[in-house]
């Protein structure tokens, strides 16, 4: 049975009723003889694909728990030993809201941990589905998705997949934004389904927008009966390669930027590219810094890619092979890093890279006149570090040049007024507490590679500031502006 796969390769401390033991370990009272430690698998587990056994679940009378048996009835300390498997996919999925594709109305197989999906319609009766989005999708894809909730004769007309089928749906519209990340947007969606009523094992949330709202609506299912399954579906760059292939949920609060928030993965994440044909430059833009980010710290494949076909990338709204093959290794990198410290008890993540000093230049735009998208203000933190990289020696003037030619290329600024060297420096400082202390600020050592350091002046970081900063002034490089391949000067 795999409703227990919590626990692979473990065993049972063996208990004994009624009887003796001749075992060091094991403890005798009122007729109970119990080994407390516990033993090796039985052989015949071996072949056992399942994840523990429900044999161990209802039990009567006390059987021991997996490391401390049944000891704690002598010393009042119980030991409880769990593991939660993760498992789920990132799939790209052409004609994702073709009524003939049934990606979306995959259900759950019954008794699966964790939730597996198929796309067999095991279903009885009729299917039911939550589908949130945010006002910028309904009104763009608001026919699709309602004929994809459907599948049913609508205004008269017979929906050819699933001719004998239909779906009953509730569409929730969010607020789109990050100046509406907030817990009311949970409340919101919490509160439509509870007067809806959700079956949480067999009606999984899909969630179709951009990354605040996946943020938003995967917060809300993994609160809601303490975790609803959730598919997302991003349609923005941003939400493609960082937003909806992770784990982490979260809000803004008390204007720091996805400070409640908690960790919880996906049923799956479909993405489909076509979406991004309706996207304007500027969020194309805002997406490919964090492409530029594995890049310039991880993937030097990726970085050259970015450097023949970054321009085209924007161009052509992320359509085509080049730029589909720049998404799916950006994907792979990311996700390279993110499956083996998915709860970042590691705090020394790559993928931090652009995330230092950008959240708090993020939230203090946000109350401006020119608010940053996430992705413009994670790029001016690399065009910050890359400046301190190369002060430190790190990268070459070749390599630097290279860097800001392609934020270049993606329409990427490399300053904002709210970067000041104060706002910046505050940036590191916060985020070293939430490192434990540690500063642990990614810089690239090279292209391709990084190191990390703990020994980040305030000098530092107010030399790199005007550097960009001047950089900006002379319009060396654009914001928001793509044109013929400018060639860019670096100052010394």
Known sequence: DSISQGFRGMSVAHVKRNGSSNDPRASSRNGISAVFAPEAPDETDKDDKSVGSAERVNLPGLNGLQQSGLSGLITGEFTVTAKQPIEYVVKEVSGLLDPQNRTLLSDVIPNSFPYQLTEEKITEGQQRRVVVVDHTIEVLYGQQIRQMANIVVFAGHVVQYMEHNDVDYKIISLKPGEAHKNFDQVYEIANQIEEWG?????????????????????????????????????????????????VKTAVNFEHHKNKLGTYCAPLATFYDLAFLETLDKRNLSNGSAEILKMACVKDEMLFELLEVYGEELIENNCQGGSCSMAVRRSIQGMLEELEPNLWEHILVRVVDYGHSISTEVEMVALEGDEPLLHGEAVNIDMAITTQMAFNRGLITTSERSRVFQVMADLGLSVWHPAATAEICWKGIDDMSRARDGFQRVPLMRGIGRATFVNDITEEEVARAVEYCQRLHEKKLVKSGSIKARPTVAVMV
């Open 198 to 246: 959700i079956n949480r094992r067999k009606e999984p949330i899909i969630a179709i927008g951009g990354g605040v709202l996946l943020d938003i609506a995967g917060l809300a299912a993994n609160l809601f009966r303490r975790n609803t399954p959730i598919i997302k579906v991003p349609t923005t760059l941003m939400a493609v390669v960082d937003a909806s292939i992770g």
